[in-house]
T-cell receptor
């Protein structure tokens, strides 16, 4: 069945360092991969996404890479800041089921000043 | 544009009761999906509605149901509540012509 594995479950970095979160998906028909940031007590917020016809996408300090062959995708945050501290979720969906997102288990990122 | 709005924000119910949650999507968005978020299971897909029709369904028992109205507002209903139904219920609004899904702030349901 559809499954998304996310690692690590917790990640602690010093301010200014980079953070990388990795996800693996099972369904080769998956073609859309969003990342959400959820601060404590708040809604998940879409921070970046990528479609399967693109290998990499960057938005300021955030980038996502996709390896379709290995069914891996990763979130890269550079120059981390304390306000980056949150839980990050990766997800995958299949084109004709766009409203159905399969989520990873989440990564709790802590950025220490 | 106003964001996705869910009501109520908090609910406390007793085992065996039923509950109805509401979600108003972003204006113009016709797809509404529902998710259950718990510390143990994470974010799990419940169902998606588009143009008043259920288009996708997750692996939840039949006690979980939903519907969508002609103005795209959606409701989900949980009957015969169990303690394990305590969770944050999130809805996500999507323009069916695109991929991006935007979440509401959620309804925190506590079953006692």
């Amino acid at each position: 069945g559809e499954n998304v594995e996310q690692h690590p479950s917790t990640l602690s970095v010093q301010e200014g360092d980079s953070a990388v979160i990795k996800c693996t998906y099972s369904d080769s028909a998956s073609n859309y991969f969003p990342w959400y940031k959820q601060e404590l007590g708040k809604r998940p917020q879409l921070i970046i996404d990528i479609r399967s016809n693109v290998g990499e996408k960057k938005d300021q300090r955030i980038a996502v890479t996709l390896n379709k062959t290995a069914k891996h995708f990763s979130l890269h945050i550079t120059e981390t800041q304390p306000e980056d501290s949150a839980v990050y979720f990766c997800a995958a969906s299949i084109g004709n089921q766009g409203g159905k997102l399969i989520f990873g288990q989440g990564t709790e990122l802590s950025v220490k000043p | 544009k106003a964001g996705v709005t869910q009501t109520p924000r908090y609910l406390i119910k007793t085992r065996g009761q039923q509950v109805t949650l509401s979600c108003s999507p972003i204006s113009g968005h016709r797809s509404v999906s529902w998710y259950q978020q718990t510390p143990g299971q994470g974010l799990q897909f419940l169902f998606e509605y588009f143009s008043e029709t259920q288009r996708n369904k997750g692996n939840f028992p039949g006690r979980f149901s939903g519907r969508q109205f002609s103005n795209s507002r959606s409701e989900m209903n949980v009957s015969t509540l169990e303690l394990g139904d305590s969770a944050l219920y999130l809805c996500a609004s999507r323009d069916h012509r695109g991929d991006k899904a935007f979440f509401g702030q959620g309804t925190r349901l506590t079953v006692v």
